[in-house]
T-cell receptor, first 118, second 111 residues
Framework: GAGVSQSPSNKVTEKGKDVELRCDPI?????LYWYRQSLGQGLEFLIY????????KSGLPSDRFSAERTGGSVSTLTIQRTQQEDSAVYLC????????????????FGSGTRLTVV | EDKVVQSPLSLVVHEGDTVTLNCSYE??????LLWYKQEKKAPTFLFML????IEKKSGRLSSILDKKELFSILNITATQTGDSAVYLC???????????FGKGTKLSVKP
């Protein structure tokens, strides 16, 4: 697509429920990143995909968080048994390639999913 | 621990003023530094800086990087109300290209 698309744009869920957040990157972008932005905080790295593999999951805050990417394209971030502290804006970014694979041409962000856990 | 620190955290100015936003960093395996403007949710790209001392310009915005002193500045001249936003500084780290973000500077431009 023309840009990075995320869905849903807003999600309100009850504590303890599972949620899935979707990211559709720019076509042909091999690198995909998930970030979380909590109120008053900077963007926090969660996970990095190169193609379908996730060489760096170090930012996932707990084992309730998981993510996958299929076909080198769409990625899904799943949060199980949501807690109130999971409330945040979840942003996805894609890049043509990661710096280790050649010149880096920057990152395009999606509009994010605002998750509210009540 | 890697960190990016932005200052000030917030700034209120009047239209026509010139502002300077600061970003200092301590990041292992530095690749480049990025500036973004965030108005709603999606940060929009402003500049990518890789080399010291080379000023990047786009209209009323300009930015420069000092890799010796580990900082960057973003200048906005003749500010307009449409410049009101949070300005984010991020450092690209390592071959994977993870971004380490500062907390941002919230700029408010009053008419």
């Amino acid at each position: 697509g023309a840009g990075v698309s995320q869905s849903p744009s807003n999600k309100v869920t009850e504590k303890g429920k599972d949620v899935e957040l979707r990211c559709d990157p720019i076509s042909g972008h091999t690198a995909l990143y998930w970030y979380r932005q909590s109120l008053g905080q900077g963007l926090e790295f969660l996970i990095y995909f190169q193609g379908n593999s996730a060489p760096d999951k170090s930012g996932l805050p707990s084992d309730r968080f998981s993510a996958e990417r299929t076909g080198g394209s769409v990625s899904t971030l799943t949060i199980q048994r949501t807690q109130q502290e999971d409330s945040a804006v979840y942003l996805c970014a894609s890049s043509l390639r990661s710096p280790g694979q050649g010149a880096n041409y920057g990152y395009t962000f999606g509009s994010g999913t605002r998750l509210t856990v009540v | 621990e890697d960190k990016v620190v932005q200052s000030p955290l917030s700034l209120v100015v009047h239209e026509g003023d010139t502002v300077t936003l600061n970003c200092s960093y301590e990041v292992t395996n530095f690749r480049s530094l990025l500036w973004y403007k965030q108005e709603k949710k999606a940060p929009t790209f402003l500049f990518m800086l890789t080399s010291s001392g080379i000023e990047k310009k786009s209209g009323r915005l300009s930015s420069i990087l000092d890799k010796k002193e580990l900082f960057s500045i973003l200048n906005i001249t003749a500010t307009q109300t449409g410049d009101s936003a949070v300005y984010l500084c991020a450092v690209v780290r390592g071959s994977q290209g993870n971004l380490i973000f500062g907390k941002g500077t919230k700029l408010s431009v009053k008419p």
